[in-house]
């Protein structure tokens, strides 16, 4: 085991709702009950979890049931998205959402894509914003995990990765959709980083032994290997150091 050059987490980010703005923390164990948008209100969500039941609800090709947080929250986004909405959450003790068994046997997210964490290079970025006209934040991409003091890119041929008292197993590199492609402060969507992104991170480039499907890829997607132990819940911490257990030598035996 190897630490990397350096590399430390820089940046620790939570999504307490989906698809909604991240929130950085500086332990990975913190969460927010506060949601802020512009012209509203502040919205408020207990941390108890709500005893009403919401049938039907479907993220991709799971579906199932989930906790509704109750009126006030369906209000709230309601009057902000202008249509009829629920905020609930996932009913971890009727529901179980496996992730893909050919990546990632045994493991279970929530509300997630496809898996539990992604984690990104603060290099990774900067060498994407050097090819840019106008240089993009990391809030593009999401990522749980944003790490500095790696060289660019590295992260995609990682396996198995230490940070902190955590051991993490990378899955597959992150297929991107048109997500960063919007701009997080405005709601603007535009072609980049997209345009760029294809140019050199897509899968006819990185992946020359397979038929190419158009798609580009930014970030290492992964599971938490202590997670399947019935163990108490360790953190991530910002600043803690990145070891590298193991590693693949080119991108012909990285997964996508």
């Given at each position: 085991?190897?630490?990397?050059?350096?590399?430390?987490?820089?940046?620790?980010?939570?999504?307490?709702?989906?698809?909604?703005?991240?929130?950085?923390?500086?332990?990975?164990?913190?969460?927010?009950?506060?949601?802020?948008?512009?012209?509203?209100?502040?919205?408020?969500?207990?941390?108890?979890?709500?005893?009403?039941?919401?049938?039907?609800?479907?993220?991709?090709?799971?579906?199932?049931?989930?906790?509704?947080?109750?009126?006030?929250?369906?209000?709230?986004?309601?009057?902000?998205?202008?249509?009829?909405?629920?905020?609930?959450?996932?009913?971890?003790?009727?529901?179980?959402r496996?992730?893909?068994?050919?990546?990632?046997?045994?493991?279970?997210?929530?509300?997630?894509?496809?898996?539990?964490?992604?984690?990104?290079?603060?290099?990774?970025?900067?060498?994407?914003?050097?090819?840019?006209?106008?240089?993009?934040?990391?809030?593009?991409?999401?990522?749980?995990?944003?790490?500095?003091?790696?060289?660019?890119?590295?992260?995609?041929?990682?396996?198995?990765?230490?940070?902190?008292?955590?051991?993490?197993?990378?899955?597959?590199?992150?297929?991107?959709?048109?997500?960063?492609?919007?701009?997080?402060?405005?709601?603007?969507?535009?072609s980049?980083?997209?345009?760029t992104?294809?140019?050199?991170?897509s899968?006819?480039?990185?992946k020359?032994?397979?038929?190419?499907?158009?798609?580009?890829?930014?970030?290492?997607?992964l599971?938490?290997?202590?997670?399947?132990?019935?163990?108490?819940?360790?953190?991530?911490?910002?600043?803690?150091?990145?070891?590298?257990?193991?590693?693949?030598?080119?991108?012909?035996?990285?997964?996508?």
């Amino acid at each position: 085991m190897a630490e990397v050059g350096g590399a430390q987490v820089k940046s620790i980010f939570i999504y307490p709702v989906k698809s909604c703005r991240g929130i950085s923390v500086s332990e990975a164990t913190l969460s927010s009950t506060v949601i802020k948008a512009p012209g509203m209100d502040v919205l408020k969500v207990p941390l108890v979890e709500p005893s009403e039941v919401a049938n039907g609800v479907s993220v991709w090709e799971w579906s199932g049931s989930a906790l509704d947080e109750g009126d006030e929250a369906s209000r709230w986004f309601s009057k902000y998205l202008g249509k009829p909405s629920r905020l609930v959450r996932f009913n971890e003790v009727s529901e179980s959402r496996p992730t893909d068994p050919n990546y990632a046997p045994g493991y279970k997210i929530k509300f997630n894509d496809v898996y539990p964490f992604l984690l990104i290079s603060q290099k990774s970025l900067d060498t994407l914003n050097e090819q840019l006209k106008e240089p993009v934040s990391i809030n593009r991409f999401r990522p749980n995990i944003l790490v500095d003091g790696s060289e660019p890119f590295c992260e995609d041929l990682w396996k198995d990765i230490k940070i902190g008292e955590n051991t993490f197993h990378s899955t597959e590199l992150c297929y991107r959709c048109k997500v960063p492609t919007i701009n997080q402060e405005t709601a603007e969507a535009g072609s980049e980083p997209s345009e760029t992104l294809m140019k050199f991170r897509s899968d006819k480039i990185l992946k020359t032994n397979k038929k190419p499907q158009g798609r580009i890829y930014f970030g290492q997607n992964l599971v938490c290997v202590d997670s399947l132990a019935q163990e108490k819940r360790k953190t991530i911490k910002v600043g803690d150091p990145v070891y590298v257990i193991k590693m693949v030598s080119s991108y012909i035996d990285v997964s996508v």
